[in-house]
């Protein structure tokens, strides 16, 4: 024990002396922090506040659900949009100079084949403007294109059901017209999902705690190559306290280097997490789970700097892919996967505890994060270590 | 200690063939041999790094085991990279260290200041490692392993690269602690140190030992002869030829042209005819020089190969 601890001591005082803790786990965040904040800052306050913008489009459709959607996008309430029709090869390169929100290629036979039932395609170019303005477009559009989808259905059943044709067309009409199509409202946020602001310092701090604990077991590799492991194998300690107390360290730094994270974003963002208990709760569990990918991770590089590129590639695909940056979509078997990322669960659970979620609440989220954590560390006992060889 | 048909192979390559010995309290025993004999993959397998293939180390008549924590404790290593934390001082390192190795709170700060002293580093205790010179890295390398007045002080190359006042401190501590009943095992390709340090000396060479004994009785192994060194230009494979042929010459190597190393009874009597027939054979000396025999004179009897390369 008393080993332990003294490994433990010593690894705290080398990384704080070295003060690369200190950068990268606390400074580097907090500043994207603050930039990612300032980005999307409009909608850090809960209200959805649109600025106007431009569509630039090619109706190359003879048929009415062309403009019709076009008309549609202009006369969104909650956004002013101006649409301004070029030619189809135009588009493209007229939506990126001209700092256009959303460009538009209405093919030909659009109608025709939205009415049969026929797949066409729509094509979209993101403008390089503002991103918050591009995608509620682009969710506009495709609701429109449900929309017309759900009419030429309704169509169709009419025609089946014995309406006759021009009568179906009416009705068909109504369903796209008489219908509002996207109501846009100042959202409250609902229970369970973080605000913007919320969102990004939960996400960089579970992002960041990835690359935190691998100043823990990963650390290992640069005492084999300062070769300071071989001596301490030679001394009478017994060979699990070292692996043990570098993952106590990567934890311990995890855990703390987390809750500063939340604790500023706390008080320099005026972010609401909930209970601290609660909280600590999910920080512990997303530290155990940073902490045993490390161990997997040391067993499959070879140098300490494989395993610091190795680790900064986990990092950021496990927070891209959990919602460190953004919140993602998916169906399927890619979501069984999401659901199963401890940077999700993480960032899950702090909603829930920030929408005033106890304990009870927050299991599912724990249970992956340890879950996660007892496999990892299952893994690594199986995989050979190739860094064994010095 | 003592070491009982230690075997060890990295794929095809056999770096330590069944190589056996032992080491009383206060002798010091040293491992002879040019790079990539064997020594550290010994020292290794003496210091349970790695595990032997085949074959035992006991110490303090313990059986020797990667996993094992008591006789671990009567084990001080010198490795041969350095093995120091370069963010913590001196002391710190020296701390952290003893403390491992079991040292009370009490003891530990004594023995830190003694080696501190011993080694020379005192003044400069409290500054970060990666600030000091490549000997006082060295230095405090090997303050590390003998920290704990281990039973057996394992010192793998300690003094390559280093400068001769460190050397000398570094041999004067390794001595101190010999004298106080530590076995030391001491690998070296130095020669001099080999003969100035050791009790008794193993040649080494590609993974065997070739011979051991003290250093007298290596030497007698020669038969006595002496060596002698001639270097010069042109037509060396020719005068070696002919040298081979005078009596009293044992042995001619030719060391890639511009040196041939001879090895003759009585050196001094057979020096003028030798010297001569180079000439005759069309070799220019630019210089020729008498040996007396020593562990070099020693391995090259042995190997046919010169110990340094
Ligand atoms: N981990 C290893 N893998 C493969 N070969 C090795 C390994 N360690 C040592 N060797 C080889 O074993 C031989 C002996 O090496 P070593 O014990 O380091 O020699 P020395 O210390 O006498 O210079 C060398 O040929 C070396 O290349
Ligand atoms: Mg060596």
């Known amino acids: ?390 | 200690m003592s070491a009982d048909r230690l075997v060890k192979r990295f794929g095809e390559l056999t770096a330590v063939d069944d190589v056996s010995f032992a080491i009383r309290p206060g002798e010091t025993y040293g491992l002879l041999g040019p790079n990539g004999a064997g020594k550290t993959t010994i020292i290794n397998m003496v210091a349970g790094l790695i595990p032997a293939d085949s074959g035992s180390v006991d110490v303090a008549g313990i059986r020797m085991d990667p996993a094992g924590i008591a006789v671990k404790r009567h084990l001080g290593l010198v490795p041969q990279e350095l093995a120091i934390y370069p963010d913590l001082t001196a002391r710190e390192n020296l701390n952290f260290f003893g403390r491992l190795q079991g040292l009370g709170r009490k003891e530990l700060s004594s023995r830190v200041n003694a080696v501190l002293e011993l080694l020379g580093l005192a003044e400069r205790a409290g500054e970060q490692t990666k600030k000091y010179s490549g000997g006082m890295k060295r230095r405090l390398n090997i303050g590390i392993g003998l920290l704990h007045r281990p039973g057996l002080l394992i010192l793998d190359e300690p003094t390559v690269g280093v400068d001769p006042q460190s050397r000398n401190s570094i041999l004067e501590a390794v001595g101190d602690l010999s004298a106080g009943g530590t076995a030391v095992l001491y690998t070296t390709h130095y020669m001099e140190e080999a003969e100035r340090l050791c009790d008794r000396i193993a040649i080494l060479d590609q993974g065997q030992i070739q011979a051991e004994g003290t250093r007298d009785e290596l030497i007698t192994l020669t038969g006595g002869v002496d060596r002698i060194s001639l270097v010069g230009a042109g037509r060396s494979a020719a005068a070696a030829e002919a040298l081979r042929s005078l009596d009293g010459v044992h042995r001619v190597t030719d060391s890639g042209g511009t040196e041939l190393i001879l090895t003759v009874t009585d050196g001094a009597a057979l020096l003028a005819g030798i010297v001569s027939t180079a000439v005759r054979s069309g070799m220019t000396l630019a210089s020729v020089s008498v040996t007396r025999p020593d562990l070099e004179s020693v391995f090259l009897h042995l190997t046919g190969k010169a110990l340094r390369d």
């Open chain 1, 1 to 390: 024990m008393r080993a332990l601890w003294t490994m433990v001591g010593n690894d705290f005082r080398q990384r704080l002396r070295d003060k690369s803790v200190l950068i990268f786990s606390l400074i580097v965040p907090l500043a994207l922090m603050g930039v990612l904040s300032l980005a999307f800052g409009r909608l850090g306050t809960g209200s959805v506040d649109l600025q106007p913008a431009t569509v630039v489009a090619s109706v190359e459709d003879s048929g009415p659900l062309g403009a019709a959607l076009l008309d549609s996008l202009g006369s969104i309430e909650a956004m002013k949009v101006t649409v301004r029709e070029v030619p189809a090869d135009a588009v493209s390169s007229e939506t990126r100079t001209t700092g256009a929100a959303l460009g538009i290629v209405i093919p030909a036979g659009f109608s025709s084949a939205l009415a049969t039932g026929q797949p066409s395609t729509l094509q979209l170019i993101e403008g390089s403007g503002s991103v918050l303005e591009t995608s509620v477009l682009i969710s506009i559009v495709t609701g429109i294109v449900d929309q017309f989808t759900a009419a030429s259905v309704t169509e169709a059943a009419a025609k089946l059901g014995g309406v006759p044709p021009d009568a179906a067309a009416g009705i068909g009409r109504i369903a796209v017209v008489g219908e509002p199509i996207l109501h846009i409202t100042e959202g409250t946020v609902p229970a369970g999902q973080l605000s913007l602001r919320a969102g990004l310092v939960a996400g960089q701090t579970g992002l960041f705690l990835l690359f935190t604990v691998g100043f823990g077991v990963l650390g290992l590799l640069a005492e084999k190559e300062q070769g300071t492991l071989g001596r301490i194998r030679s001394t009478a300690v017994p060979q699990w306290t070292i692996v043990a107390a570098k993952a106590a360290v990567g934890f311990s730094l995890g855990v703390a280097a987390s809750a500063v994270l939340l604790a500023s974003g706390t008080l320099l963002f005026g972010v609401n997490f909930g209970s601290p208990s609660v909280v600590g709760l999910l920080v512990l569990g997303a530290a155990a789970a940073a902490t045993s990918l490390t161990f997997i991770v040391a067993k499959v590089v070879r140098t300490a700097e494989q395993a610091n590129v190795a680790q900064s590639i986990v990092a950021m695909v496990l927070g891209i892919a959990g919602g460190a940056f953004f919140p993602i979509q998916a169906s399927g078997f890619m979501a069984v996967l999401m659901d199963l990322n401890p940077v999700g669960a993480f960032i899950r659970g702090l909603g829930i505890s920030a929408g005033g979620g106890g304990i009870a609440e927050i299991a599912m989220p724990l249970i992956t994060m340890w879950g996660f954590a007892v496999v990892c560390v299952l893994v690594s006992r199986f995989l050979p270590d190739r860094g064994a060889r010095s």
